[in-house]
């Protein structure tokens, strides 16, 4: 057997170039990888024609290209230009690695997006969008998926000056192309930004605009992603009426591209997410009873017609719990209120996000009964047992 | 090699048995005994005995010279160092050790190795006392580790202490292990042929150790730390060196381990993975060259997991993401990883690796995989119970494909540390994972069952409750199913009695309703149950139940009522036939409601007569928790209903019933303590009440307080150790008085300071703190002779009375009482100084006490002190209108006036005297305080008369003294005033002596 240190003697003997080198050893699969030598930037009249890598998945296998270059690329597929060329479904597409990002800074932006560093991330796209102005013959690409990390840039540093800013990025990276594979990231992320600029009838229309372009380009997600998007916005804006339109919309639409899909396990996640938005407008119709100080019955009749309909679904029979303890809790009875939430949290534990909604409002019950001990336990319970949903962040 | 136990134990297992053969199999060290070589062989093999008599001898031995005494010492050091080793190997918890007496252990063989090395520098066996002393350091550190993971530091010791510590103990082994590095390679060097191998062997393992001692350093020390930073660098270049000679043994993979290892630790990921990546990826053909290589490619493809998944994403790499592609390489070149120990710890990494890739169904499964194949092995047990209990983090249980009875067993260990909402969590996967009825039968109801226990254990009753109903709503629906049918038999009941218990913490009506309900279906659907209940037997449960909730408490309460209801349970108790599976807890419910109602002797006689019964033997269960019940019961009333008799006896003032009944207490406790251990809850707290209470009865009062204050100072926060500083208090105040009363004032003293200690702890957790208690305790303190602490009390409860006198309206009644107590600490304080015969400080603060206005109090005193002959005029316009004083102030300045007496005082004694008793009240006459005052006349009459020899003033002496003979007087006031009468019989001596007629 050969040694680690025979190994790594032989492979730097072996290496004799700055190009990236992997060697395997009789026996094993040491890999030694030797630092990939950046490219030199070069100020040319042509750019250096290094290939782009796609990775995609066929038949349940991933495989990938990297001895060619991209001619073109939309929702419905990329054109891949080598000796053999291809045309790649875009919705099988995994990752695209660009060979004119020159200076790396594309994928440096893509890492810090990834990290949360929104400063360094907008600096880096920054720096790729404005590449194609030094190199023209960069091509097209920096202006719609560049733009588009910019656009998620700003948003990762937020404020009211970076909504405009990543607005117009996103406005940008959509004029580049409006058949983009990756119109869901550019529309969601403009409609983001409408909201944090307080315009959120610009935000309504980023989501029509995606629900439009999730039919054209026969991506259901996108469509479902969309209505979703509007009742959050409707939601968050106060206008229940306009959010359970919209969670309508999205309950309608999961349920018949359920139905037409063929498989399984897309079948499932749009069933879930039909149910998901059901319970959405429930609980739209419930915040608008908490603002009008009425209405609590029919959010309990609402909530209990979706259980007869969906049958033994965790999520719809925690959710009608928690409805009946919000119309015993909406009349006053804080006591038997806390009963139908304690419900919820032991019958129901399948139903996660309702039993955190469940911990909520078993502390407000507790405030109303002036149980300063028993709310704070629950809620330590909801910020313990659910970090992450929104009625952990509520809690702090 | 034997699969060895966690990644550094394990290596240093490794090297021990590889050192341990090595340095057997070498030849004794030139220079040293024969008897040390023979006591040290002797010793490994597990003969410590022997080995320590030979050591012994080295050293008691007259004829040793000083270098073989001292190579005794250091084997002794050495069996010292074992000892410790084993006693930090104990992980069963009842046998485990504190840290710091296991560090103790080490450090008491680490001095004797550091004096041997410090004192016989030249010996032979010097470097092999380093090596020694750095193995010992080196398993103290590791033993330190295993404590920071499992929450064994003591309370005085944060974990950054801790692992300071660790990183110093490595830190000095480095330099021990360097010298005798230096040394071996020096042997290396100049030797040859077999004895060159043998010296490599040598060499290797120093080497190696060292290695583990730089990365026990390493990993112990904070991210950053310059240090850390430096050692890696070193070990990377002392690496290379290390190759030079041991490339292409398995030594070189061990040491690129720990190089791989110590370069993640100080964040140089790349380079530390490549590093393990190097021995990760060897795959020999042969499979001799697999099995050799086996144990340390798993640790590691294991150690690439661990740092992978603990790391995370960093600059720019997912790191647990590229951990998995080694993992797939793992299971192609060793697809029968899962067999051994190695492989199954490192696929528990892999499946942190999974769960960090957001891959939680193939994390769980592979964990779930582990745990049921590494079973066997303890430590793979432990890990992947651990990872098991990660994958529930969050509410609702694990997600995925969950094996019910792994997530059971997290559950119930789960339930056993007190974690309820691991153990909840844990067993909703269960029930998430029960996808037949198959499965639900054999864990799913059992699942429902423990959630309602762990609710219940935190006083969630209704959840509890909610629990068990869903069991109870799933066999309605299949009555049938056997499962649920034996099921509910038990959990039916359990469900009655959670509302039950629902509505004694609501006292809701509803709730009792539905509680009642609960119970009578319960008896309706099972009544082939163990747990049912006749109506008569609940009835009588209820009776009594419901008879001690109305004992009175905190003065609510009607005792009339709670005594009726009493004595109406009895009978409906005693109804229960004898064949009810019931009866034994019933009969211990008789004799507790007999104990209630003071028919102690009845109930106390029921109690011994059941415990000395022999009981039938039974299988049935219900019969035996009765019993248990009972007997629990009856012990405690054993002792319980003794006491109450004594206690009675005493109050009757029988005292020889009362001492026999506390001397029967104290048998019968004796007698029975060991199964009210066992039987009874809280017995350590009734046990130490109990003796307490029998020792100060049968007149043990510096035992009972000798108890007490190992008590309090063990448990100061134990329920019960306040009434028992109170009663040993009280107990000591009693006694006190007993001395005083024989005029053993030392003695009275002595015991009175004892009491005032044990009564000021009382107060110091007593809160809010309470004026009379302070003033109380001050008076304490000054019988006790502790003026200091007097004075302070006494201080403070005046400054409270002040304040809540200022808190009520000017001038009412409320306000005159507490600036009366107020002015009564003044006295009590004034008092002070009269009990330390500071008289003449004390008598001008008196004598304004006496009268408060400056103006009046000049004339009022002058008259005092003029003569006796009081007029009634005087008295009553001149005198008594002008006095303010209190009883108190009478008697305390009449006191210090006669202690430190002058004419002019003694006749001013004479005067208040006289006032006092002319203003005594008719119904307080012949009570303590006018007696008192009838014989300090006499007494300041005669006193006065020593001054003025005047026989009018004898005369008055005598005749008070013959006043009280002639009225027969004398016995009451004894009875009344305890020393009356000797008193009395020292005024007539007196009198006599003086030739007073």
């Known amino acids: 057997m050969n040694s680690p240190a025979m190994n790594r003697r032989s492979a730097a003997r072996a290496a004799s170039s700055a190009l990236a080198l992997a060697a395997a050893v009789a026996g094993g699969a040491v890999v030694l990888a030797l630092a990939q030598a950046p490219a030199a930037a070069v100020a040319q009249d042509k750019a250096p024609a290094r290939p782009d890598r796609v990775v995609w998945t066929e038949g349940g296998q991933q495989k990938s290209r990297a001895d060619g270059r991209l001619s073109a690329w939309d929702w419905d597929a990329l054109q891949y230009d080598a000796a053999r060329k291809a045309s790649i479904p875009a919705t099988d597409v995994v990752e695209i690695v660009w060979g004119d990002d020159e200076d790396g800074s594309y994928s440096r932006g893509l890492r810090l997006l990834a990290e949360g560093d929104g400063a360094g991330a907008r600096k880096a796209f920054e720096g790729s969008v404005s590449s194609r102005t030094a190199l023209p013959n960069i091509r097209a690409w920096t202006d719609e998926f560049a733009n588009c990390g910019l656009g998620e840039a700003w948003l990762l540093i937020g404020g009211a000056d970076a909504g405009a800013k990543a607005a117009d990025a996103f406005g940008k990276a959509r004029a580049a192309n409006a058949k983009s594979m990756i119109t869901d990231r550019i529309l969601k992320g403009a409609a983001s930004a409408e909201l944090l600029r307080k315009k959120p009838d610009a935000a309504v229309k980023a989501a029509d605009d995606l629900a439009a372009a999730g039919k054209a380009a026969k991506r259901p997600a996108w469509e479902l992603d969309a209505y979703l998007l509007k009742a959050r916005i409707q939601a968050d804006a106060g206008n229940w009426a306009g959010a359970m339109a919209a969670f309508d919309d999205a309950s309608r639409f999961a349920e018949s591209a359920a139905a037409a899909e063929k498989n399984e396990a897309a079948k499932a996640r749009l069933r879930a997410s039909g149910i998901e938005s059901a319970c959405g407008k429930g609980w739209a119709m419930c915040a608008k009873a908490d603002a009008d100080k009425s209405g609590h019955d029919q959010v309990r009749a609402y909530f209990d017609g979706l259980a007869q309909k969906y049958g033994e679904e965790p999520a719809v029979l925690g959710a009608a719990q928690n409805a009946r303890g919000k119309v015993k809790l909406a009349s006053g009875d804080a006591k038997g209120a806390l009963r139908e939430f304690a419900k919820t949290e032991v019958l129901h534990f399948r139903a996660r996000t309702e039993v955190a909604r469940s911990l909520w409002f078993q502390a407000e019950a507790m405030k109303a009964l002036g149980d300063d001990a028993g709310r704070t336990a629950r809620l330590k319970d909801l910020k313990e047992l659910f970090p992450a949903s929104e009625f952990a962040r509520g809690a702090d | ?997």
């Open chain 2, 1 to 997: 090699m034997r699969a060895p136990k966690n990644p550094v134990r394990r290596f240093v297992l490794a090297l021990t048995v590889a050192a341990a053969s090595a340095m057997t199999a070498a030849p004794a060290m030139a220079g040293g005994s024969d008897e040390f070589d023979l006591a040290d062989a002797l010793s490994r093999r597990g003969y410590s005995d022997l080995a320590r008599e030979i050591f012994e001898t080295l050293i008691n031995d007259p004829k040793s010279p000083p270098a073989r005494k001292a190579e005794g010492q250091y084997g002794l050091a050495i069996l010292a160092h074992s000892d410790a080793k084993r006693e930090a190997g104990q992980r069963v918890e009842k046998l485990r050790k504190p840290m710091d007496q296991v560090h103790k252990l080490f450090d008491e063989a680490d001095q004797v190795f550091a004096k041997f090395i410090e004192q016989n520098g030249a010996h032979p066996r010097a470097l092999e006392a380093k090596l020694s002393r750095a193995k010992l350091l080196q398993d103290k550190a590791e033993y330190t580790n295993i404590c920071i993971a499992s929450g064994w530091l003591p309370p005085t010791m944060s974990e950054a202490d801790a692992r300071k510590s660790v990183a110093g103990w490595f830190d000095t082994a480095i330099g021990l292990l360097e010298e005798n590095r230096k040394k071996a390679e020096s042997d290396e060097k100049k030797s040859d042929g077999d004895a060159k191998l043998e010296a490599q062997d040598r060499l290797a393992i120093v080497w190696l150790f060292k290695f583990s001692s730089i990365l026990g350093k390493v990993q112990a020390l904070p991210r950053g730390d310059a240090g850390a930073a430096k050692a890696v660098d070193d070990l990377n270049k002392e690496y290379e060196d290390f190759l030079w000679i041991y490339s292409g043994t398995i030594r070189e993979l061990w040491a690129t381990k720990m190089v791989g290892t110590a370069n993640c630790a100080v964040g140089k990921m790349s380079d530390g993975i490549g590093y393990l990546r190097a021995v990760a990826a060897l795959n020999p053909e042969s499979p001799e060259d697999k099995a050799a290589i086996a144990d340390v490619v798993f640790e590691a493809f294991e150690e690439i997991g661990r740092q992978a998944a603990d790391t995370g994403r960093k600059d720019g790499v997912d790191w647990p993401k590229e951990a998995l592609k080694d993992f797939d390489r793992m299971a192609k070149n060793w697809p029968k990883h899962m067999d051994s120990a190695g492989g199954q710890s490192a696929a528990l990494q892999w499946a942190r690796c999974l769960r960090a890739a957001g891959n939680a169904d193939a994390a769980l499964a592979k964990v779930q995989d582990v745990a049921k194949r590494g079973e066997g092995n303890i430590n793979v047990k432990t890990a992947a119970a651990k990872a098991l209990g990660e994958m529930i983090q969050g509410g609702g249980g694990a997600t995925g494909a969950v094996d019910p009875k792994l997530f059971f067993q997290v559950g119930q260990q789960a339930q056993r540390d007190g974690d309820y909402r691991k153990a909840i969590s844990a067993f909703q996967s269960v029930i998430a994972g029960c996808d037949t009825p198959e499965q639900m039968d054999e864990w799913g109801w059992k699942a429902w069952d423990r959630i309602s226990d762990c609710y219940f254990a935190q006083d969630r009753f209704y959840e509890a409750f909610l629990a068990l109903d869903a069991i109870e709503q799933a066999w309605r629906k299949e009555k049938t199913r056997t499962a649920l049918n034996d099921m509910t038999k038990e959990s039916g009941y359990k469900r009655a009695f959670t509302l039950d218990r629902l509505f004694r913490k609501t006292k809701d009506k509803a709730d009792e309703t539905e509680a009642k309900r609960a119970m009578d279906e319960f008896e309706r659907d099972h009544p082939d149950s163990d747990r049912l209940a006749g109506a008569a037997e609940r009835n009588a449960d209820t009776t009594y139940r419901d008879a001690i909730a109305l004992r009175p408490k905190d003065s609510q309460g009607d005792e009339g009522v709670y005594r009726a209801a009493l004595e109406a349970a009895i009978p409906k108790l005693a109804n229960i036939d004898k064949t009810s599976k019931q009866w034994d807890v019933f009969q211990s419910r008789i004799a507790d409601c007999l104990n209630r109602l003071g028919r102690t002797a009845e109930a106390v006689k029921m109690a011994d007569d059941w415990l000395a019964a022999p009981k039938a033997a039974t299988t049935d269960r219900a019969v035996e928790r009765s019993r248990a019940t009972a007997n629990a019961q009856f012990l405690t009333l054993s002792i319980d209903g003794r006491i109450a008799a004594a206690v009675a006896a005493e109050k009757k003032g029988d005292a020889a019933a009362a001492v026999a009944g506390f001397e029967s207490a104290l048998a019968t406790l004796a007698k029975n303590e060991k199964e009210i251990r066992e039987a009874v809850n809280a017995a350590d707290r009734l046990i130490d009440t109990w003796r307490t209470e029998c020792l100060i009865g049968t007149g043990q009062v510096d035992k009972a307080d000798e108890l007490v204050d190992g008590i309090i100072k063990a448990a100061p926060d134990a329920p019960n150790s306040k009434y028992l500083a109170a009663k040993i208090g009280a107990a000591l105040d009693r006694a006190a008085r007993v001395y005083k009363a024989k005029e053993a004032m030392r003695e009275f003293q002595q015991y009175m300071l004892r009491a005032a200690k044990r009564r000021e702890w009382v107060l110091e957790r007593t809160t809010p703190r309470n004026p009379d208690s302070l003033r109380s305790l001050g008076g304490d303190f000054a019988d006790g002779g502790d003026y200091v602490k007097a004075e302070s009390y006494l201080k403070e409860a005046k400054s409270m009375y002040e304040a809540r006198a200022s808190a009520h309206p000017a001038g009412s009644k409320e306000q005159k009482e507490e600036l009366n107590k107020a002015r009564s600490c003044t006295v009590d304080l004034i008092d002070l100084l009269v009990q330390q015969q500071k008289y003449d400080a004390a008598i001008p603060q008196l004598e304004e006490e006496l009268v408060r206005d400056a103006k009046a109090r000049a004339a009022v005193l002058a008259r005092l002190r003029k003569d006796t002959n009081l007029t009634k005029k005087e008295l009553k316009d001149d005198l008594i209108p002008k006095i303010d004083g209190t009883r108190n102030v009478f008697d305390k300045l009449t006191g210090a006036y006669m202690r430190a007496p002058s004419k002019e005082r003694l006749i001013a004694a004479v005067n208040l005297i006289q006032i006092g008793l002319d203003t005594t009240p008719n119904d307080v006459k012949h009570t303590a305080p006018h007696i008192e005052l009838t014989l300090r006349h006499a007494e300041a009459y005669l006193g006065l008369f020593n001054f003025t020899k005047s026989p009018e003033d004898g005369k008055w002496a005598r005749a008070i003294a013959r006043n009280l003979e002639v009225t027969g007087a004398l016995p009451a006031y004894e009875r009344e005033l305890p020393g009356a009468k000797a008193r009395w019989e020292k005024i007539v001596r007196d009198c006599d002596r003086q030739g007073i007629k």
